[in-house]
């Protein structure tokens, strides 16, 4: 079953959330490098730096769009939903927007003033830009974390529904979350660098000691990353036994049910997938390390490697995203089903009966000339997009 | 005495407004130059194109510069208006997002047009030709205006919703309150048309239109409107409803029908007349929507103009480099002459256009512009402009400017069926917000025109320093101008959030910010904005001083 409204939720939300992490990890990586290539007096860590920070900028402007495009997508085809989120979740949505904000504007100063600034005051701003970017999942994630299971979730004396922000945060869901996902972008950020210069050096070999440097510097770090997504993973696993509607639907294809509720939709695949793409990041890895250790640590077939373990990644983060998202399909909140809602304080168990489920959208938002403007402005847009990077990163 | 302050603060919900203000406020003063500074660079352009003198082109350069620099903050700002919009307005979103999507949905084009091609010409610039440059000029500024006219449907449906009949008779001066005016359009659909008692609906001021192929068109008094909307979002059902009181007999026990949610009802009928108007174009059928797109773009075009006079004249004046002011003197008269030319089309066409719609489809902000009420000190009447204004409005001398005074508090009720508001008289602030709009809009035409004087009788060299000193001043009184017009529009509306149909108590959010909430978020974008400005000011302005004079060199 082809449903549009799920399709370019998935379509907007996949490319905004791999450039998302991407951000995290280059928005803590830039102000690092900077700062260690200052003390150390290492020039080509600075202009490592200052190249990076160029990505970031140019990332952040796509993800930005795609993110605006996500919501504007959500409040159409889910309006009843937004409506509900909108209304509880004022605290956590609130905590990323202004961390977002902060991000963006210590984004603006640390770009436009890295010659004008102190030292001093130049790092300062790189710690704030870092910092904001770890915290903006912080906000983000519990809004994922509520979607999981509605922890935190109350109803007032009146009957309004209100969010509990100190519990909603003891979510056993939230943390596991949370901390996967900085590890995972900061991983991601790390090997995507190296991939990133790893291309510019297969490109022109100009660019070598670029490559070098981004090795020297990422590689032993990217790897314990990879390391620390086993057990926090397996954490994020765990906590979603509270939750068998979606556990099951992640994990029952390989025999592991909890509960007797079986499986919905058969989403292990998506797992499995995740689990290929992690393992080809780290054979990459160690196969980096074992040219290094042969004496060949910057050669065309590391920088090939590197390329491969840059593009898992991403494909990582994907599978992933799309499986935490899917395996509760059609549910907005994967531990409400019809039958969980049913037992909530009326009017709400008759709301959210329509408003939680994913098949129940918009129809006027579905409509005929709406999906053929939307598939050709994507397309349209998707080529400027291509040209943009072309002009800005290739052109002469 | 009237307190015009006492009004406007009585209205309530300050958390959801001051956030409101604060985020919308900073994102509208940043986005007059992305709608404006693109288009003065690709005149520039054309200029350039025609006469082949560069620094025409390095003075689009500059322009494009600061585009690219506002632009990013204004992205920023506007993805944060509208993470705040969901948060704190949730039901306006709801509501937005169910019937009103299309334009939102194109907007997301647009911004992403807009993002594209203003960093293409910002890293790209020397890597184009003449002609290429110019054509993504071209786009640089259609994007910003294609994308402002798709939220500002949305707003000015939110002014005046599409199939509305106001209520308001200048010939008589009469309200037509007891006829059931306002009205709004809507087409009902069969499967609820069966069911409804009509000789009762008439009673209430329903007039029926016509059918169409699933449904009858019936003009709805807004305070119907009002209150079912009410119902909709606090859920009510039929039985609960006033929906109740015009069943057919036959219905009344069926409990099928009495335990429907009203929302379930508004909204097959949204979706009905949403369809009757066509889905892609049932907001730009609102009459508020050209003059508020021509209005808007003005507005973003004068303070870009003022802006420039400010940038250029200031630098004139401290630049001792015969060639650097050359390069200046071309890039004053421009920003002259183009300011002279959008103040005039901003207050004589798309103003006078604004003025008029406002007049005709929304009286009662009208009637407090004007301030027409006893014991109300408004500026019309001190300065003597009635007579005037009401031509300007009707086109007539003997026109009668609405009379704030007979507008019944509750005209928005429906008769004992509140919805929790006490006062729909909107606040008379606005007299004073709209007569500092077209003041500060005077003073800045002609201080436009006199350094046009300048040009054409003495040429800028020759220009007294006095009038370049008054060049930040104007900037900034270009921006207030520009914010006080908006403050009108938005504050003029209340209590209303859609005028007639969703009130400013329906629109919250259930759980409203708390103080320290509304105090930290406010204080943080302030501060934001502070620092920004300054980065801007140590790091873009100073430093680009020198690049200039390198450049022209």
Redesign the interface.
């Known amino acids: 079953m082809f449903m549009e409204s799920v399709f370019w939720l998935a379509f907007n939300f996949g490319i905004h959330i791999v450039l998302v992490n991407i951000i995290i990890g280059l928005a803590v990586l830039v102000p690092l490098f900077k700062y260690l290539g200052t003390k150390r007096n290492d020039m080509d860590l600075v202009t490592l730096s200052r190249k990076m920070m160029k990505w970031y900028a140019?990332t952040y402007?796509v993800a930005?769009?795609f993110?605006?495009?996500f919501?504007?997508?959500?409040?159409?085809?889910?309006?009843?939903f937004?409506?509900?989120?909108?209304?509880?979740?004022?605290v956590p949505?609130?905590m990323?927007?202004?961390f977002?904000?902060?991000n963006?504007?210590s984004l603006?100063?640390y770009w436009?003033?890295w010659d004008?600034?102190s030292s001093k005051t130049h790092n300062t701003i790189g710690i704030l830009m870092g910092a904001s970017a770890i915290m903006i999942p912080f906000g983000f994630r519990q809004v994922f974390a509520f979607l999981n299971e509605p922890t935190g979730l109350a109803f007032s004396a009146s009957n309004?529904?209100?969010?509990n922000v100190a519990i909603a945060y003891t979510n056993p869901t939230f943390w596991p979350l949370y901390l996967k996902s900085i590890d995972g972008a900061l991983t991601t950020g790390m090997l995507a660098a190296m991939a990133g210069f790893g291309l510019l050096y297969l490109i022109n070999s100009e660019n070598k000691k670029y490559f070098e440097k981004s090795v020297n510097m990422l590689l032993l770090p990217s790897f314990i990353g990879l390391l620390l997504m086993i057990p926090l993973g397996f954490w994020y696993l765990m906590s979603l036994s509270n939750v068998p509607y979606k556990f099951n639907n992640i994990m029952g294809g390989f025999g592991w049910t909890i509960g007797n509720l079986g499986i919905a939709y058969n989403y292990s695949w998506l797992f499995a997938l995740s689990m290929i793409l992690t393992a080809i990041q780290v054979l990459a890895v160690i196969y980096i390390f074992y040219k290094g250790m042969k004496g060949s640590l910057i050669s065309k077939s590391t920088a090939y490697s590197s390329v491969i373990a840059g593009a898992s990644a991403i494909g990582t983060i994907e599978s992933m995203e799309m499986l935490n998202a899917f395996s509760q399909f059609p549910r907005f909140i994967a531990a409400l089903g019809n039958k969980q809602i049913a037992t909530l304080p009326y009017?709400w168990n008759?709301?959210l009966s329509t408003a939680l489920n994913l098949t129940d959208y918009?129809?006027?938002?579905a409509?005929p000339?709406?999906t053929f403007?939307?598939s050709i402005?994507?397309a349209?847009?998707i080529i400027?997009?291509a040209?943009?990077i072309y002009?800005?990163f290739f052109?002469? | 005495m009237v307190n015009a302050i006492a009004s406007w603060v009585g209205f309530g919900y300050w958390g959801e407004r001051v956030l409101s203000m604060v985020g919308i406020g900073i994102h509208w003063g940043i986005l007059q130059y992305v709608l404006g500074l693109p288009f003065a660079a690709f005149v520039l352009q054309l200029i350039y194109l025609r006469n082949k003198d560069k620094d025409y082109l390095r003075i689009a350069r500059t322009l494009i510069k600061g585009m690219a620099i506002v632009f990013a903050v204004g992205a920023a700002t506007g993805t944060l208006v509208e993470f705040g919009l969901i948060v704190v307005w949730p039901n306006v979103l709801t509501a937005v997002g169910k019937w009103l999507y299309f334009p939102m949905y194109a907007e997301v084009f647009a911004f992403i047009m807009e993002a594209m091609i203003t960093y293409l010409l910002y890293y790209g610039w020397d890597k184009f030709s003449d002609v290429t440059r110019t054509i993504l000029t071209f786009f640089a500024f259609i994007g910003p205006w294609y994308s402002g006219a798709m939220i500002l449907s949305a707003n000015a449906y939110m002014n005046v919703p599409t199939g509305l009949l106001p209520d308001y008779n200048a010939t008589t001066g009469q309200w037509l309150y007891s006829l059931g005016y306002p009205k709004i359009l809507l087409d009902i659909p069969n499967a609820y048309v069966s069911l409804l008692n009509v000789t009762k609906l008439v009673s209430l001021g329903v007039s029926i239109k016509g059918t169409t192929s699933d449904g009858v068109l019936a003009y709805i008094p807004v305070t119907i409107v009002n209150r079912l909307v009410y119902e909709s979002f606090n859920h009510y059902t039929v039985n609960q409803s006033i929906l109740k009181a015009v069943l057919n007999d036959n219905v009344l026990t069926n409990q099928a029908v009495l335990q429907t949610p009203v929302l379930n009802i508004v909204n097959a009928i949204m979706d009905s007349t949403v369809k009757y108007y066509g889905i892609y174009t049932y907001l730009f059928d609102s009459p508020d929507f050209t003059p508020t797109l021509l209005h808007s773009i003005g507005a973003g075009l004068v303070v870009t103009g003022f802006t420039m006079i400010a940038g250029f004249g200031t630098r004139y004046l401290k630049v001792k480099d015969e060639k650097y002011k050359k390069y200046l003197e071309k890039a004053l008269k421009f920003s002259i002459v183009f300011s002279l030319i959008v103040i005039i089309y901003e207050g004589l066409i798309a103003g006078d256009m604004m003025g008029k719609t406002v007049a005709k489809y929304n009286p009662e902000k009208f009637a407090a512009i004007e301030g027409t009420m006893p014991g109300f000190t408004s500026i019309a009447s001190l300065f003597h402009l009635d007579k005037l204004e009401a031509f300007l409005a009707y086109s007539s001398f003997s026109a009668h400017l609405p009379n704030y005074s007979q507008i019944p508090e509750l005209w928005g009720q429906l008769g004992s069926f509140g919805v929790g508001i006490t006062n729909y008289r909107p606040p008379l602030i606005v007299d004073y917000t709209y007569y500092a709009m077209v003041f500060t809009g005077v003073l800045l035409g002609l201080y436009a025109l006199i350094l046009t004087g300048y040009l054409v009788f003495r040429g800028v060299s020759r220009m007294h320093k006095f009038w370049l000193y008054l060049a930040i001043p104007g900037a900034i009184l270009a921006q207030f101008a520009s914010l006080m017009g908006w403050g009108t529009r938005e504050i003029g509306r209340l209590p209303w959030i859609v005028y007639g149909v969703m009130t400013l108590n329906v629109g919250s959010t259930l759980n409203q910010p708390t103080v320290w909430e509304d105090v930290i978020v406010s204080l943080f974008y302030i501060a934001i904005v502070v620092g920004l400005v300054y980065a801007a000011y140590r790091f873009l302005w100073v430093p680009s001083k020198k690049e200039i004079l390198e450049e022209v060199k």
């Open positions: 140019v402007g930005g769009v993110g605006t495009a919501t504007v997508f959500l409040f159409s085809f889910y309006p009843f937004t409506d509900i989120i909108g209304n509880l979740l004022l949505f609130g990323s927007i202004v977002i904000a902060l963006f504007f603006i100063a436009y003033g004008h600034w309004q529904p209100y969010l009017p008759v709301t918009n129809p006027l938002a409509a000339f709406a403007f939307t402005m994507m349209i847009m400027i997009l040209l943009f002009v800005i052109k002469k």
